[in-house]
């Protein structure tokens, strides 16, 4: 009776820890969804180069006052004085550094690539990020995913690149813009798997830290050489970039590092395509637009995609799930 209790207890546990990674993912894609509607407004008063600096360091402070409160809080609860770090080793710190670099490098590519190619063209190469993700989680971290996942990950790419068929074929081609944008993809998928592998060596709120103060520090020489108003000069254009610093670079890209703990690079990257699934239903919801057959088709495609990639078991992390069955044989 009580080994059936046991056993029951741990699945119902299991169960709870499935659920909680999916709700905090959900969480991180509807504070991402924001990202599109707040940067359009902050672009009527400066520009996407100037938008993305003040992001990055009004977030740095975020992550550094959240850091201060967090080690003030453990040595009050321990009440002893904070033992001096071991020194990380050069790999991790280089990892660290890569990570803020490869970070501003996807923006400022993205950025540029808007400016030299069609909206529907970048965001067409854009949705590969999860291809490359995959791709070099295979090759250069041996990282296995089931025919399922691939699967998945095909049918969610192609949904990404259906939702905005439309446009794409009334874009105007460039092969400069279309290269720089695919290029952009490529940082973003190496930013996650950087970020997973080093994900266990740094706490969550280091890497985050670090990333923005890494950024920031790049994007100073460009703003200083390039833009002629860095900041924004408006308490609208401060409300808005305040609240990309805080729900969509601390809120949505924290918890989305923090995912990374339970499900792999690839899986999440997958997941960010459900971002034009609740731009689209919240543009329905809030401003009437209406769907084509292709946008509908391809938000079909990108929620079956996903389904069928996460019920394959390799894009769960193992310290997920508790091994139960040999729970059982022990308790047997």
């Given at each position: 009776?009580?080994?059936?209790?046991?056993?029951?207890?741990?699945?119902?546990?299991?169960?709870?820890?499935?659920?909680?990674?999916?709700?905090?993912?959900?969480?991180?894609?509807?504070?991402?969804?924001?990202?599109?509607?707040?940067?359009?407004?902050?672009?009527?008063?400066?520009?996407?180069?100037?938008?993305?600096?003040?992001?990055?360091?009004?977030?740095?402070?975020?992550?550094?006052?959240?850091?201060?409160?967090?080690?003030?809080?453990?040595?009050?609860?321990?009440?002893?004085?904070?033992?001096?770090?071991?020194?990380?080793?050069i790999k991790e710190i280089a990892f660290l550094i890569a990570v803020g670099l490869v970070h501003v490098l996807g923006r400022l590519s993205w950025t540029w690539a808007l400016t030299q190619t069609g909206a529907a063209n970048a965001n067409a190469?854009?949705?590969?990020?999860?291809?490359?993700?995959?791709?070099?989680?295979?090759l250069f971290f041996n990282q296995i995913f089931g025919r399922k996942f691939i699967i998945g990950l095909i049918l969610a790419i192609i949904g990404a690149i259906a939702v905005g068929f439309e446009d794409l074929l009334r874009s105007n081609n460039n092969f400069t813009g279309d290269a720089v944008a695919l290029i952009s993809s490529i940082f973003y998928a190496a930013n996650f798997l950087l970020i997973e592998q080093i994900r266990n060596k740094f706490s969550i709120i280091t890497i985050l830290l670090w990333r923005c103060v890494i950024a920031t520090?790049?994007?100073?020489?460009?703003?200083?050489?390039?833009?002629?108003?860095?900041?924004p000069v408006s308490l609208s254009g401060w409300l808005v970039v305040f609240a990309l610093a805080a729900i969509c670079e601390s809120l949505g890209h924290g918890l989305i590092v923090y995912s990374l703990?339970?499900?792999?690079?690839?899986?999440?990257?997958?997941?960010?395509?459900?971002?034009?699934?609740?731009?689209?239903i919240l543009a329905w919801i809030l401003f009437s637009e209406s769907l084509s057959i292709f946008n509908l088709l391809g938000l079909a495609l990108i929620v079956g995609g996903i389904y069928l990639a996460i019920?394959?078991?390799?894009?769960?992390?193992?310290?997920?799930?508790?091994?139960?069955?040999?729970?059982?044989?022990?308790?047997?």
């Amino acid at each position: 009776m009580v080994e059936n209790q046991l056993i029951l207890t741990t699945e119902k546990s299991d169960k709870t820890l499935n659920i909680l990674p999916i709700i905090i993912v959900i969480i991180a894609l509807l504070a991402l969804s924001s990202t599109a509607i707040l940067i359009k407004i902050a672009l009527r008063e400066m520009s996407a180069t100037a938008t993305f600096f003040n992001r990055l360091w009004i977030a740095t402070i975020i992550f550094g006052l959240w850091s201060g409160i967090n080690q003030a809080r453990t040595q009050i609860k321990d009440d002893q004085p904070v033992l001096p770090q071991q020194p990380y080793p050069i790999k991790e710190i280089a990892f660290l550094i890569a990570v803020g670099l490869v970070h501003v490098l996807g923006r400022l590519s993205w950025t540029w690539a808007l400016t030299q190619t069609g909206a529907a063209n970048a965001n067409a190469l854009g949705s590969l990020n999860p291809l490359f993700t995959t791709l070099g989680g295979w090759l250069f971290f041996n990282q296995i995913f089931g025919r399922k996942f691939i699967i998945g990950l095909i049918l969610a790419i192609i949904g990404a690149i259906a939702v905005g068929f439309e446009d794409l074929l009334r874009s105007n081609n460039n092969f400069t813009g279309d290269a720089v944008a695919l290029i952009s993809s490529i940082f973003y998928a190496a930013n996650f798997l950087l970020i997973e592998q080093i994900r266990n060596k740094f706490s969550i709120i280091t890497i985050l830290l670090w990333r923005c103060v890494i950024a920031t520090s790049l994007m100073v020489p460009v703003v200083l050489i390039f833009e002629k108003q860095p900041l924004p000069v408006s308490l609208s254009g401060w409300l808005v970039v305040f609240a990309l610093a805080a729900i969509c670079e601390s809120l949505g890209h924290g918890l989305i590092v923090y995912s990374l703990k339970t499900f792999s690079s690839g899986f999440i990257s997958l997941l960010l395509l459900l971002n034009p699934v609740i731009v689209a239903i919240l543009a329905w919801i809030l401003f009437s637009e209406s769907l084509s057959i292709f946008n509908l088709l391809g938000l079909a495609l990108i929620v079956g995609g996903i389904y069928l990639a996460i019920s394959n078991k390799e894009s769960i992390k193992s310290s997920v799930n508790p091994p139960i069955q040999s729970l059982q044989k022990s308790e047997s």
